[in-house]
């Protein structure tokens, strides 16, 4: 799972890049940037396929489980969120706005960027604390993941507002798969380990191009939101990826990144570092019209890679000054010992997983493996 982690959130840090390449490339009505990103998208469900499998069978269990998760969430997201508001607030104050200005500002920061994640994810830990627990599993599976499908058949339909950030039960399917997965890991662990990788990217390969077959029909149908994560193809695309960085044979987490202690901070920390590449590029006079197309998304995926390794020596900055929490880092001692970076990972016991609730720190590697 510390794969998947690892290229959900460098992926998400990629897809906000364009802000700082570019403002054309945010343009998501526009075949390219458009496309581009969707092909990226597999990553916030995955993120959520990670939540919930570290969530496990907690949720309806112990009471004490949610209440942590939103102490380890919550609070670092509200430190980063006020602080990231700080400039819009303070030109607000200097312009004597009132009120209603500053709760606009609040809810821009809140569903309109990056961090509309935490707020959607708690939302579903909680809906699926205080009222799922009470229904049969395979009840709560189906009825989440019809849900998830009407987000999908809504970008046609336009019934709701499609924004994914404001799908309150987009999503929610995917905690419940990812917690099914940890419940029954060694039967799910027994037959992933019999799937070759390469039968697997064929299947991703397939399901990607139904991605880009969808956003382009939904981009002649005039939506402006073609790169939606919710689109009907997208569901597939994304487990197919997900199933690939289980049972792939190679380590794809750099040495020098603790996935598991860093990812939810660098999450937190990226549009800083985002920011200040774009007002870098702006002041050099580099915009990204003069490198044409291709140039613009080699620019854009570049750029990602660049706020990824600043927000990654950002958070272990934070760590080392004593501001773990600020970053989800809530640990006592230091990272676990490293391996290299690209080595194969050992083979691995069927033995099932521990309750999420500790802090034990499990090895990372292939299948049988978990967070």
Request: proline share 7%; net charge positive; hydrophobic share 50%.
């Amino acid at each position: 799972m510390d794969r998947i982690r690892f290229v959900a959130i460098a992926l998400i840090v990629v897809g906000h890049a364009g802000l700082a390449v570019g403002a054309e490339l945010n343009d998501l009505t526009a075949d390219a940037p458009s496309l581009f990103y969707s092909l990226l998208k597999f990553d916030i469900i995955a993120m959520y396929l990670v939540s919930g499998f570290l969530m496990g069978d907690a949720v309806g269990r112990s009471r004490s489980y949610l209440l942590g998760r939103v102490r380890r969430t919550a609070l670092p997201w509200l430190a980063w969120v006020g602080m990231v508001s700080l400039p819009g607030a303070g030109a607000l104050l200097l312009s004597g706005a009132g009120v209603p200005a500053y709760l606009g500002l609040l809810g821009t920061m809140t569903f309109q960027t990056s961090y509309w994640f935490i707020p959607n994810y708690l939302f579903g830990l909680a809906f699926m604390f205080l009222v799922l627990r009470w229904l049969p599993p395979g009840v709560t599976g189906l009825i989440l993941g019809l849900s998830s499908l009407v987000y999908g058949v809504n970008l046609y339909t336009e019934w709701f507002t499609s924004q994914h950030t404001v799908a309150w039960f987009g999503f929610m399917f995917y905690l419940w798969l990812g917690a099914w997965a940890r419940r029954h890991w060694p039967e799910v662990q027994a037959r992933l380990s019999r799937v070759p990788w390469f039968h697997v990217l064929p299947v991703v390969v397939l399901t990607g191009l139904g991605v880009a077959a969808e956003t382009a029909y939904l981009q002649g149908r005039g939506s402006l939101d073609a790169a939606n994560a919710l689109k009907l193809s997208n569901h597939l695309y994304s487990v197919a990826w997900c199933v690939l960085l289980v049972v792939c044979p190679w380590r794809l987490v750099p040495a020098f990144i603790d996935s598991r202690r860093e990812s939810f901070g660098i999450y937190l920390a990226h549009i800083v570092p985002l920011t200040v590449l774009g007002l870098a590029f702006r002041a050099l006079g580099w915009p990204a019209p003069d490198l044409g197309p291709w140039g613009q998304l080699a620019a854009w995926f570049a750029t990602g890679a660049a706020g990824y390794l600043l927000s990654a020596l950002l958070v272990k900055g934070l760590v080392r000054a004593g501001f773990g929490w600020v970053v989800g880092d809530l640990s006592d001692g230091p990272p676990a010992p490293r391996s290299r970076a690209f080595s194969r990972p050992r083979p691995t016991s069927a033995a099932p997983p521990r309750p999420s609730s500790g802090r034990r720190r499990s090895p990372r590697g292939g299948v049988g493996r978990h967070p």
